[in-house]
């Protein structure tokens, strides 16, 4: 994690990988509490549309 | 009084019980059948095969909250179903066999006015050859599996600290398993444990799977909005696996695994071999084999399963080339079609279709994931059928209560380490979870529920979901207003 092993002509090599500062934003906890709310909504308005 | 026998104390099989047992109450009866005497919270076990949960996290004693809710448990395998009764009895009945305590070994006939089928898989170790916790792989298919799994991984690391480097190989051990989630979330939670005592030099870590493109999951993929792009899940995970130094073998179907020896055939036909020094490799899933009958004894396991030895439910089993399938092919009652008082749920009914499209190796191998139809979709089903049920002995006629894996969603969270401020998670919603291509032409999804991120908030809400999951389980109160 953080130390990517990236070699042209690989698979490895085509995917995007994050930068530092997405690192920090999927850590940094007021910006994830806010990201959790999200998510919650996110998924019970799934959960309650999914059955009859 | 009207009896309700389930078979299976799952998700699906455990959550139907508790909302039949709620909605019917005293006035009539709920057997449970299943051979193993814990619930187990299964997407957990992950944790116990990296060491950040022990057994009796991730499990509880049935007995004890069947005992409160006023449920019969049998601690028994079913072997037999006999929907007509026989010569002696015209009730419906269900052979079982007792596997503890006293009565161990001991066959008994329990008779059902309505039965649900909710046995889960059969983890089929043996179509794949060398393959299982006995032979020559892992396994987090169970708690004990997974146990099995953390013990033998902690060699690994120490061997890795002894400066001696290690491969690690996980993925599918069969080419149509399905079931990759888990597997997935295994090799994120074990690059992670390996990052965390910085041992990332020391380990060559690689994904193998039976998907065409990696980020399938037997479900055809997805596509999720993300960076002001709508990108398909196939970047989306493969940006995962990069991150954490992983690499990938796609298009492979395992067939043999030997000591320290994956071999398999790619879509091309290219015959290979992978070799590890730790391997969890998820096996094929099979129904449990139930067999059925007549009441005049006559074998009747091709009326009620499916080849298989998955249960046929009110899907459309027709065959037809994959784009031809359309979303109404899915089931959304599980009610069998032969005997009305009968349903399948959760992994025991038979899909009528793969959600990925099928594809065969040059020599002939099919290679392709199977659908999944774990967690969510089988809590929903569990839920439903035990309301249509508790309907229809209170009078009704028809089914209330629908849901079909076409117009349901699914909300996947995949951990990706263990840790309140360091744990990460991969959050991932579809809706519907079998794409509808009628309905939305364009991406096969609706897009507004389509999500995909990676952060700490994905790992809160598996953590959070592991204990509302064990609230629920237990009976504690209220459960019944956690949504399934």
Redesign the interface.
């Known amino acids: 994690m953080g130390k990517y092993r990236i070699k042209a002509y690989f698979d490895e090599a085509y995917p995007p990988v994050p930068e530092k500062s997405t690192l920090f934003w999927r850590k940094f906890v007021p910006w994830q509490l806010i990201r959790f709310i999200i998510l919650n909504v996110k998924m019970i308005r799934i959960v309650v549309g999914g059955h009859s | 009084m009207a009896k309700v026998v389930v078979l299976g104390a799952g998700v699906s099989g455990h959550t139907c019980a508790s909302f039949l047992k709620k909605k019917l109450g005293k006035h009539h009866e709920v057997v449970v059948v299943t051979p193993n005497s814990y619930y187990q919270w299964i997407p957990s076990n992950i944790w116990v095969g990296v060491g950040q949960m022990s057994i009796d996290e991730v499990r509880f004693e049935l007995k004890k909250v069947y005992d409160r809710w006023g449920i019969v448990f049998k601690q028994a395998r079913a072997l037999e179903i006999h929907p007509e009764g026989d010569a002696s009895t015209g009730k419906g009945y269900v052979t079982i066999e007792y596997t503890a305590g006293d009565n161990s070994g001991v066959r008994e006939n329990v008779e059902y006015d309505y039965l649900v089928n909710a046995t889960g898989p059969k983890l089929n170790f043996e179509a794949t050859e060398g393959l299982g916790p006995d032979k020559n792989s892992y396994s987090v298919c169970t708690y004990s599996h997974a146990a099995h799994a953390w013990e033998h991984l902690q060699e690994n690391i120490k061997k890795m600290q002894a400066g001696q480097k290690q491969r690690f190989l996980i993925g599918t051990g069969h080419a149509m398993a399905t079931c990759q989630g888990a597997a997935f979330e295994y090799i994120l939670n074990i ?2 444990e390996i ?1 965390k005592r910085g041992l ?2 020391m380990a060559q870590i690689t994904w193998i799977s039976n998907e065409y493109e990696v980020g399938d999951f037997g479900m055809g993929g997805a596509f999720i909005k993300r ?1 002001g792009y709508i990108t398909p899940t196939k ?1 989306f995970t ?2 995962i ?5 992983i ?2 073998i796609r298009r492979a179907g395992v067939y043999k695994v030997e000591d320290g020896k994956a071999y398999y055939e790619t879509l091309d036909g290219e015959d290979k071999v992978q070799e590890f020094d730790f391997a969890m490799l998820i096996p094929s899933f099979s129904g449990v084999g139930m067999t059925a009958f007549d009441r005049e004894g006559n074998d009747i396991t091709d009326t009620l399963f499916a080849p298989n030895k998955f249960m046929k439910v009110d899907a459309d089993y027709a065959q037809k080339p994959f784009e031809e399938w359309s979303a109404d092919d899915w089931p959304s009652t599980y009610q069998n079609p032969t005997y009305n008082n009968i349903y399948a749920v959760g992994i025991a009914f038979a899909p009528p279709h793969a959600i990925s499209k099928p594809m065969t190796s040059v020599t002939g191998r099919p290679i392709f994931p199977t659908p999944p139809r774990t967690g ?1 979709p089988s809590g ?1 089903m569990g ?2 059928t035990a309301l249509n049920i508790a309907e229809r002995i209170h009078g009704a006629t028809e089914h ?4 079909s894996m076409s ?5 996947c969270i995949v951990s990706g380490g263990f840790g309140s ?2 744990g ?1 998670g991969a ?1 991932m ?1 579809v ?2 979870v079998v794409p509808d291509w009628d309905k939305y032409p364009e991406w096969g999804r609706d897009m507004k ?1 389509s ?1 995909g ?6 790992h ?2 598996k953590v959070l979901l592991h204990y509302l999951f064990f609230h629920k389980a237990k009976g504690y109160p209220f459960w019944w207003l956690i ?2």
């Open positions: 690059a992670h990052s990332s030099k960076g970047v493969e940006s696996l990069a991150e954490y130094g690499n990938w969510m929903v839920k439903i209330r209560h629908k849901a117009r349901m969603g699914a909300a401020f360091d990460l959050s919603t809706f519907p529920y999500v991120e990676a952060g700490l908030a994905g809160w809400l949504p399934e």
